[in-house]
């Protein structure tokens, strides 16, 4: 799907916010591949939550952006901002969230959706922060309002993305009904 048109991108997004949140997941791993390491290496994970070190040491190859591509942590169902170092201390999360295995590569607007499907899925426990002060918030800025982004990471992003003012109105409108239903 490397060169699929903006309309069949479209129709995609509405088809993966009908999706039951595996199903979501599993398609995206399927369209992109997976992670081919863990998000953060675990001795420097292990021991930030230890309060031994106070940085963590993130995969090297985990960034897509290149590609316009986002990192989902698919456990973001049972827990909130998972790549956070503030949240991770606080929380104490198991490192297994931060496995390959538990990590998704997305697209922007598949991204906002994910995160309106988690929301739904979880009766409003996860999912929700995310999707309300920084996905829906950003996709709306970039395609709705024709805010286009400037460091070239999200000027990648944007571009991989990209969907017109209606197009986009309607995959937002899918994501709220999904929010609606909490």
């Not at 930030?48 to 960034?63: A, H």
Request: with cysteine.
């Amino acid at each position: 799907m490397q060169n699929e048109s903006q309309e069949q991108r479209f129709k995609g997004y509405l088809e993966l916010a009908k999706m039951p949140y595996q199903q979501a997941v599993d398609t995206l791993k399927k369209k992109y591949g997976g992670a081919i390491e863990d998000y953060f290496t675990e001795d420097s994970y292990t021991s930030f939550i230890l309060g031994e070190r106070k940085t963590l040491v993130k995969g090297k190859s985990i960034s897509r952006t290149k590609e316009g591509l986002y990192c989902h942590h698919v456990m973001e169902n049972q827990g909130l901002n998972l790549a956070n170092k503030t949240y991770l201390q606080h929380f104490g999360y198991p490192f297994d969230w931060q496995r390959k295995e538990n990590l998704v590569y997305c697209d922007a607007v598949e991204h906002m959706i994910l995160h309106a499907i988690i929301t739904k899925e979880t009766h409003g426990s996860f999912g929700y922060p995310g999707y309300s002060v920084f996905l829906q918030p950003e996709v709306l800025e970039w395609y709705y309002s024709g805010l286009k982004p400037k460091p070239t990471w999200q000027v990648n992003c944007y571009n991989k993305a990209f969907l017109n003012p209606s197009q986009v109105k309607q995959v937002v409108q899918a994501c709220e009904k999904l929010i609606d239903e909490v």
